[in-house]
């Protein structure tokens, strides 16, 4: 994101509305373009659901609940959270 002057690229009309609401101040404005859910632009929702899926599967092989939450270095609540939901 790169600053830029709303003086070399608004209208005058617009310029001097904007500066009623906040003059002087930095304002950001947003894309209009959708947000991108968590996780999506760094693969992190895909590591994360991933890992569930594995720590599922383990579970559903008989692997306890202790040896899981060590496993992957997470606390029981965590791993019956995702047993769980």
Do not use: C, H
Request: net charge positive; aromatic share 12%; no cysteine.
């Amino acid at each position: 994101m790169k600053y830029r002057n709303a003086a070399e690229f608004l209208p005058d009309r617009l310029l001097r509305e904007l500066q009623k609401y906040a003059p002087g101040e930095i304002v950001y404005v947003p894309s209009p373009q959708a947000r991108k859910n968590w996780g999506e632009n760094s693969g992190a929702r895909r590591f994360y659901t991933q890992r569930n899926e594995e720590i599922r599967l383990k579970y559903e092989q008989g692997v306890p609940i202790p040896a899981l939450a060590e496993e992957y270095s997470l606390s029981l609540e965590t791993i019956r959270r995702i047993l769980y939901r």
